[in-house]
């Protein structure tokens, strides 16, 4: 490999984790591949949540990030955005929503923060065209600002039951089920103007009055505490992980503890397939306004590491990738619309990128864990490979 090539190419992700002005989230991404060992993006373009939450479940343990289409899944909803992050906590991965934000900055704020997809709340990556000019990461990097200043200061609200009220006490309990009634209105109205981006609000379970014949109804009291979190919890420092002092991959994670409340972007600087205009001119200003963003630009959809700069330390995500069925490692891969397929080896060792994106090659296999595991194994052996741990 050339010595001409950036520093990135040989440094290793941990390295990069640490240099200066690294966001807090790119340098969770990079310790978390770290420790998990699996630089593999998997690609989970299914259409039902019930497909989706599987999928994650299945190949979690040998990802880093899980990619998605929110907006190709029927049923999506609250569950599936709590599931979703249920999984990732557990499996340690972050996800990516590929929306591929491309329009004037009011609307893609609104796309970003609202609607069916609400994807602000539960992904922390996203990305974007800068067709429409560089005021598009602007506007996305504002509406981060705001949900991370919500998630910091929300109103979080918990709603607990009593057991009914006995016979005795029934016209009793009347009066005191009309106050608390009263109160919990007004409350409601209060706290209904405060961004609520928790998990808890969206997974209220709705509370039934047992009837029973000949009697006045149960009365069920409804006592709600509102609590505001004033500190602020994100982001926050992610402490190095050292590897050399025995600690297993469990431990480490734990130490490493869950990812920060922040949002970062992606800019599309290239794709993989066939004639794509996202060439020259239009990949350098790609580069050139990332750069101006480096706090919440962490990289780019890319086929090929982009760093070139000193200060240069993004992410390189690469989609098209496929390996070949084992015993056909010679066969050209692709498909009828236009997508083209490269090897791990060959984008990870050959082109410089971090992360490799897969989708149909895990998704179509009859074992989808175990063909995870396979990718996994490859792109991370070409990295290492790459950073010359291993010899070719």
């Known amino acids: 490999m050339s010595s001409a090539r950036h520093p990135s190419w040989k440094r290793s992700y941990r390295e990069r984790a640490a240099l200066p002005n690294v966001s807090p989230l790119a340098a969770y991404l990079l310790r978390l591949i770290s420790i998990k060992k699996t630089n593999l993006c998997f690609s989970a373009d299914v259409t039902t949540t019930a497909e989706l939450l599987a999928l994650a479940e299945e190949v979690g343990d040998s990802i880093c990030v899980l990619k998605t289409h929110a907006d190709i899944v029927s049923d999506f909803s609250d569950r599936t955005m709590k599931g979703l992050r249920d999984i990732a906590r557990k499996k340690r991965f ?116 047992a009837r029973a014949p000949d009697r006045k109804q149960s009365v069920v009291s409804i006592s709600t505490t509102i609590s505001t979190r004033t500190e602020n919890i994100s982001p926050h420092p992610t402490p190095d992980i050292e590897h050399d002092d025995g600690a297993d991959t469990a431990a480490l994670l734990d130490r490493l ?45 890319a086929q090929r590491s982009l760093n070139a700069d000193a200060a240069d330390n993004f992410v390189t995500m690469t989609p098209g990738c496929q390996l070949p069925p084992p015993g056909q490692e010679g066969r050209r891969l692709g498909d009828a619309l236009g997508q083209q397929y490269n090897t791990p080896r060959k984008l990870v060792l050959e082109q410089g990128c971090d992360v490799v994106i897969v989708g149909r090659g895990i998704l179509f296999a009859v074992d989808r864990k175990a063909e995870a595991e396979r990718y996994r194994r490859e792109a991370w052996r070409a990295y290492e490979e790459r950073i010359g741990l291993l010899k070719p």
């Open 257 to 301: 503890g869950e990812a920060p409340f922040q949002r970062s972007l992606l800019l599309l600087a290239e794709m993989s397939s066939a004639g794509h205009l996202l060439t020259g001119a239009y990949t350098d200003q790609c580069v050139a306004i990332a750069r101006q963003h480096r706090d919440f630009v962490i990289g780019f959809i």
């Open 94 to 209: 972050l996800i990516f929503e590929d929306r591929k934000f491309a329009d004037i900055g009011g609307t893609v704020q609104k796309q970003y923060t609202g609607g069916p997809l609400r994807i602000v709340r539960w992904a922390e990556i996203t990305n974007a065209h800068i067709l429409p000019g560089p005021a598009i990461v602007t506007a996305l990097k504002e509406a981060a600002a705001g949900a991370i200043a919500a998630y910091n200061t929300a109103v979080h609200t918990e709603i607990s039951a009593s057991p009914p009220a006995s016979v005795d006490e029934s016209d009793e309990a009347d009066d005191v089920s009309s106050t608390t009634n009263d109160n919990n209105h007004n409350n409601n109205n209060n706290s209904s103007s405060s961004p609520v981006l928790s998990d808890t609000s969206a997974d209220m379970d709705r509370l039934e009055v």
